[in-house]
């Protein structure tokens, strides 16, 4: 078996082990707090993800790609700085907007977020995939195993966030464990390293930035319009969507692991188009696999308040579709640099998202989500599509 296939192969297996921990989280949650108390922490993980595009800025793929040019101790202490300082300020900003029950964890857990999304960056960047997979199949199986034992001091959704921040200060120290490259100080200008990180990462985390308010703005039109009540039944489908198109994404991670090697070629995009199908086969399956199941099980699963969940994810499996493959796409455009077409995907996106959140979610509520949602999903992934058959086709 080839590297690659070897790779794609381990870190499906990985994917699948991730899934099922998500799930053992998502119903947790589901069944500790009810609808309620997981339209919280659905709003508090936006939150986080929301600081977490800040501080990947640094420390997400502008890492991976500059280890072309730096060494990891000239990039270890700029990343962590740059964490540290923006989580600071986010949840700063986030406690003045009403977030204080949580403001406070926030801070802690964007903080070491950044941190460990700097290490695996670092092991894509090397190609230590299988390094990669440890750390994606820890962070969920940490908070399973803190989640009970928090709740037995604390029944509130309190124990969630220190599950939260516990899990990830350990995974921190298994990431510093892992890595077998030197981080001590080194003597190199960090004006030259940061203004290295900031110009690649800007331009990718505009584009993540713009694709987070894409997948999530919704979240806050449906919190803000419906309560959290809505806004937990929602997210419970919207997470078992995303749940399979993160499968079928492990596909797209080693891709870009490999082209972060390579040289733009009509082999690489070969193999990229080749990985697309992968994608879209693998995205199917496992779609096909969440509609055989009836409603009443995910009603007896996650609680009579989410008898929706099926409808939700079947509602939304076109979207899905169209983003697991569509990541391939992506994934190839920033390997080798070239992001404004991420970014205009995105801002198209994002504004598609934005005025039809206004129109739809005030008068429909989840089912307006759900359209919401559909919408920017599919034309993000056209955009990415036709751009990539441009690329392929009136380039050569």
Known sequence: MSSTKRDIVLTMMSRGALILLNFLLVLATTRLWGAEGRGLIALFATDLGLIAIFTSIFSGSSTSFNLRKFIPADLFLPVFLWSFVVSFVGAVLFHLMGRADYSLFLFIASSLTGCVTFFNSLFVGKQSINKYNIVLVLQPLLMLIFIPVFYLFDTSYYSYFYAQCTSLMILLSICFFMNDTPLLLNKSSYQVVGWSLFKFGIQTELSNFLQFLNYRLSYYFLSYYSGLVSLGVFSIGVSLSEIVWKLSGSISTVQYSRLLS???????????????????????????????????????????????????????????????????????????????????????????????????????GIDGACWVNLAANIICSLILFIWYLRDKYVRD
């Open 262 to 364: 390579q040289n733009k070629s009509e082999e690489a995009r070969k193999d990229t188009t080749r990985m697309a199908w992968y994608c879209c086969g693998a995205t199917i399956l496992f779609l096909a696999v969440a509609f055989i199941i009836p409603s009443d099980i995910y009603a007896w699963v996650f609680g009579a308040e989410f008898i929706q969940s099926k409808s939700i994810l079947i509602f939304l499996s076109p979207g899905v579709l169209a983003i697991a493959v569509s990541n391939v796409w992506g994934h190839y455009f920033s390997a080798f640099g070239e992001l404004k077409i991420l970014i205009v995907k995105s801002l198209i996106g994002v504004f598609s998202t934005l005025i039809l959140s206004i129109i739809l979610i005030p008068k429909m």
